[in-house]
């Protein structure tokens, strides 16, 4: 059975700190994606890795993949208040079926 | 950008009957998903559909839940006979390949009372 675990799962940090969140999962998968959660709201999709050493940026923050040890990093750079989220990763399993496995989520709270 | 409907956006029921969760998903997308949230948990997975019909279901999707593309556009969940602990956040999701990524809707938030 697929695992994914995240952490930290609560981080609060300064603005204009950098932090890093960590995803490890337990079997082989050549997918990993990254989703930001706002309270009662949807999934919002931040990055889809696709292969092992892929790193994808977007504004403050950059997502990397290493297939090989079964990690995946979230870095925040410069952290500013709107990042204030619960961030997920999750895992498509390779050769199975369309499915994803979610961490249990980082709760960012970034405090002026 | 396209998006993923969901209706209703909060649903209250009452401890044993049955509710539809209805989605849209966006046009050109081929496979369709549902997963839920008990509040301040993690996202699981329900169910996946592809070319009408069910391709994976988890061990939450008994009996009690159904799934059904009734025309070309709508994927529904039935939820029969509810239960307390039904209550979630419940997310459809669409995607047209998985290197593209999934499209999650804004979700139903279904409380059984």
Redesign the interface.
């Known amino acids: 059975e697929l695992k994914v675990e995240q952490n930290p799962l609560f981080l609060s940090m300064q603005e204009g700190k950098n932090y890093t969140i960590y995803c490890n999962y337990s079997t082989t998968s050549d997918?990993l994606?990254w989703?930001r959660q706002d309270p009662?709201?949807?999934?919002?999709?931040l990055f889809?890795l696709?292969s092992n050493g892929a790193v994808k940026q977007e504004g403050r923050l950059m997502a990397s993949l290493d297939t090989k040890a079964r990690l995946s990093t979230l870095h925040i750079t410069a952290a500013v208040h709107d990042l204030s989220a619960t961030y997920?990763c999750?895992v498509?399993i390779q050769g199975g079926?369309?499915?994803?496995?979610?961490?249990?989520?980082t709760k960012l709270t970034v405090n002026p | 950008e396209p998006e993923v409907t969901q209706t209703p956006s909060h649903q209250v029921t009452q401890m044993g009957q049955e509710v539809i969760l209805r989605c849209v998903p966006i046009s050109n997308h081929l496979y369709f998903y549902w997963y839920r949230q008990i509040l301040g948990q993690k996202v699981e997975f329900l169910v996946s559909f592809y070319n009408n019909e069910i391709s994976e279901k988890s061990e939450i999707f008994d009996d009690q839940f159904s799934v059904e593309r009734p025309d070309g556009s709508n994927f529904t969940l039935k939820i029969r006979s509810t239960k307390l602990e039904d209550s979630a956040m419940y997310f459809c999701a669409s995607s047209i390949e998985r290197d593209y990524g999934y499209t999650f809707g804004s979700g139903t938030r279904l409380t059984v009372v």
Do not use: I, P, Q, W
Request: hydrophobic share 35%; net charge positive; charged share 30%.
């Open positions: 997918r994606y989703y009662g709201k949807s999934l919002e999709s889809v696709l997920f999750a498509d079926s369309e499915k994803l496995v979610f961490g249990k989520g």
